[in-house]
């Protein structure tokens, strides 16, 4: 079983830029599909951007895309949330997740993961 401990997160002011890191322990890390969520108060998690266990591919949400870019190093068992032109509405919690069941392929729900970090909080000053 693969754990999960984000970091990078903090304060930074509308069109700043952060990177997210997600360091894997305990499990081939290279055998998971990887994703990034977030979550407010206000709103349900929500997704933000997949990558496939080689990290060749990869799939955005819309209200992000161009702006961020999820990346991996499976070589130091760490994923990556690269966010540029931060936004206000970028506040929240984010989180990573993996799960090695169809690890080829993209996860863009919350239930296509089985393993959670325990987030960590962005925030976007305007």
């Known amino acids: 079983q693969v754990q999960l401990v984000e970091s990078g997160g903090g304060l930074v002011q509308t069109g700043g830029s952060l990177r997210l890191s997600c360091a894997a322990s305990g499990d081939t890390f290279s055998s998971y599909k990887l994703g990034w969520f977030r979550q407010t108060p206000e709103k349900a998690r929500e997704f933000v951007a997949a990558?496939?266990?080689?990290?060749?591919?990869?799939y955005y949400a819309d209200s992000v895309k161009g702006r961020f870019t999820i990346s991996r190093d499976n070589t130091k068992n760490t994923g990556y949330l690269q966010m540029n032109s931060l936004k206000p509405e970028d506040t929240a919690v984010y989180y990573c997740a993996a799960d090695s069941r169809y690890p080829s392929l993209l996860g863009r729900n919350h239930w296509d993961y089985n393993h959670w970090g325990l987030g960590t909080q962005v925030t976007v000053s305007s």
């Open positions: 990558a496939t266990s080689s990290g060749i591919s990869t």
